[in-house]
T-cell receptor, first 119, second 114 residues
Framework: AQTVTQSQPEMSVQEAETVTLSCTYD???????LFWYKQPPSRQMILVIR??????QNATENRFSVNFQKAAKSFSLKISDSQLGDTAMYFC????????????????FGKGTKLSVKP | DTGVSQNPRHKITKRGQNVTFRCDPI?????LYWYRQTLGQGPEFLTY????????KSRLLSDRFSAERPKGSFSTLEIQRTEQGDSAMYLC????????????FGAGTRLSVL
């Protein structure tokens, strides 16, 4: 069974600074996807960034980038130029490739990291 | 594209009562997922539908839980004889079912069982 571990329950960063959130996972699969979702207080979960396991190049989305280390099973999220609106719970999630046998496409989430951006 | 809609946003009930939640997915999304999120935890998978067919149920989904998706459109999740342990946020997500299966989440229904 796959597991996702986020070892930092809470983090804080000053506005405009850079912060890195950690995520490790365990799987025997070779084809899978990794995601970071953001859940602002009392609001819906939003996809921040995704990474396909077969791609060596790290994904980037504006101020958000990942450091994907497949051999180490590590998938950290870097937020540059932090903004007050980045304050939220951040969840790392794993999904087995949808078209592999037995995959239902459901996400397996870590426990989350609560990020506070301070002015 | 109006997003995933869930109703009600909050539900307070007494132990032993039945409750039903509704999820309206993004139109033309053929996959619909239900997750449960308890305090301090990430969401956990409950069940999913491809069109109107319920194809997988987690062991978390006891016999008191039932889900439907008639005509492959909206879905309902019913909990019978609620228990205090059912208190949680119930999240719905939908996707097109392509390989990367990007899931779009609703705001959730928060259930409190007294």
């Amino acid at each position: 069974a796959q597991t996702v571990t986020q070892s930092q329950p809470e983090m804080s960063v000053q506005e405009a600074e850079t912060v890195t959130l950690s995520c490790t996972y365990d799987t025997s699969e070779n084809n899978y996807y990794l995601f970071w979702y953001k859940q602002p207080p009392s609001r819906q979960m939003i996809l921040v960034i995704r990474q396909e396991a077969y791609k060596q190049q790290n994904a980037t989305e504006n101020r958000f980038s990942v450091n994907f280390q497949k051999a180490a099973k590590s998938f950290s999220l870097k937020i540059s130029d932090s903004q007050l609106g980045d304050t939220a719970m951040y969840f790392c999630a794993f999904m087995k490739h949808l078209y592999l046998g037995g995959s239902q496409g459901n996400l397996i989430f870590g426990k989350g990291t609560k990020l506070s951006v301070k002015p | 594209d109006t997003g995933v809609s869930q109703n009600p946003r909050h539900k307070i009930t007494k132990r032993g009562q039945n409750v039903t939640f509704r999820c309206d997915p993004i139109s033309e999304h053929n996959r619909l997922y239900w997750y449960r999120q308890t305090l301090g935890q990430g969401p956990e998978f409950l069940t999913y539908f491809q069109n109107e067919a319920q194809l997988e149920k987690s062991r978390l989904l006891s016999d008191r839980f039932s889900a439907e998706r008639p005509k492959g459109s909206f879905s309902t999740l019913e909990i019978q004889r609620t228990e205090q342990g059912d208190s949680a946020m119930y999240l719905c997500a939908s996707s097109r079912g392509e390989a990367k299966n990007i899931q779009y989440f609703g705001a959730g229904t928060r259930l409190s069982v007294l």
